[in-house]
């Protein structure tokens, strides 16, 4: 069975024939559940992040396969994985499932995998989204790829503010 997506209109921001601007290439945003797993990119000069696409879970091997197919069209070459622990810092059951998710991801691409703290970026997605004038009905559409984006963006901005990031 094969991975259903929910495209966002945003693809059109791919790069043509491979190019990065200024030799910086992308970053790509997950925020990893077990049903659904939001996905943003970065600009091409690193400053912002964008949505893309909610991806679908069906196994593994599908969501690897989908997920390599967007690393290569938007050539990525880092990855940023939302790391969900507690409040109080502690690793919760599926930060445990994230940490497990950004190995396998590192070792299936061979990219850099950062994991990245995303406490409370689920209900800051649904915030904008009501701020935005979206039914909370709507919000599961695009709730993780909003989720995704805050992720990314506070990497990105952690990272122009001087911060060296966790490698995993």
Known sequence: MASRCTIHPMDDIAPKNGDTVGGIPRLMGLDVGDRRIGVSVSDPLGLTAQPILTLVRTNRRQDMKSLKRL?????????????????????????????????????????????????????????????????????????DQVAAVLILQSFLDARMAGEQPEVR
């Open 71 to 143: 690393i290569r069209k938007y050539t990525c070459s880092e990855i940023v994985v939302g790391n969900p622990l507690y409040m109080s810092g502690d690793q919760s059951p599926q930060a445990a499932k994230a940490q497990s998710f950004a190995a396998m991801l590192r070792e299936e691409t061979g990219l850099r995998v950062h994991l990245w703290d995303e406490r409370l970026t689920t209900t800051e997605a649904h915030r904008h989204l009501h701020a935005a004038g979206r039914a909370a009905p709507e919000h599961r559409a695009v709730v």
